[in-house]
């Protein structure tokens, strides 16, 4: 089924999570952690999660990569319900939708080669031939910034942003409509995390990718976001454009939230990489990313 260009990529409609605690010879008890969640993101924007650590936003971003399925409520891909405890899901719905975690090492297998990490996808989900795969592996480890050097190398023997950079790749290999973006850059640092902003920028804008980024760094929000969520406590307590919200935030959380936050200018970050980058291009020298720790 082929959506409509003016359907939402993503709509969840009062999505709730419980988790059940206890039992044996105890009492049990029901935790909810989401409760009753709608939000809704156009084509090629992004919406930004934020909140603090148990607010709920990294369970939410598990229901929206359909990773675990919601209590109650809807979820709906390019208007497509998805109903994982009925129907499962169709391989078509799960190309749609990607995740890109925290951290990048986890989610790669340390024995495989980068090439076959990133050709691995369309092994699984495309009748491509091994040359064609191996090809359009080949251009995408490019066009994410690292060199076809890299590609029959393993994981570990790259450095934090370019193991992100390499899950970014992988993340896209299949041509996804929706990437959630699980706190991508706040292991990484300051200067690596404006590169990965940057490429994640240059990829939505190339492949009109729709990004949900999860974050608790408000820094990187303003500067990726098209709209914001705020959750405290498995609850939305404010969702407006990310200008309103910065401008005038309404809910005392929020408040709250903003002021114990510490004021980090990724522009001025993203300014001095460039700078970096244009003298080492204009000496023919070329520096290696800086490990992150």
Known sequence: MTADQTTPVLETRGITRDYVSGGMFGGTRTVRALKGIDLKVERGKTLAVVGESGCGKSTLARIIAMIDSPTGGELLIEGQKVEIAKRGISPELRR?????????????????????????PLKLNTNLPDSERRDRAMKMLLKVGLKREHFNRYPHMFSGGQRQRIAIARAIMVQPALLVLDEPVSALDLSVQAQILNLLQDLQDEFGLTYVFISHDLSVVRHVADDVMVMNFGEA?????????????????????????????????????????????ATGHATPEPVST
């Open 96 to 120: 749609k939708v990607q995740i890109v975690f925290q951290n990048p090492y986890g989610s790669l297998n340390p024995r495989q080669k980068i090439g076959d990490v990133l050709a691995e």
């Open 237 to 281: 307590v404010e969702y407006r454009s990310r200008d309103a919200i910065f401008a005038a935030p309404e809910h005392p959380y929020t408040r709250t939230l903003f002021a114990a936050t510490p004021r980090i200018n990724v522009d001025s970050i993203r300014e001095r990489v460039a700078r970096k980058a244009a003298a080492r291009r």
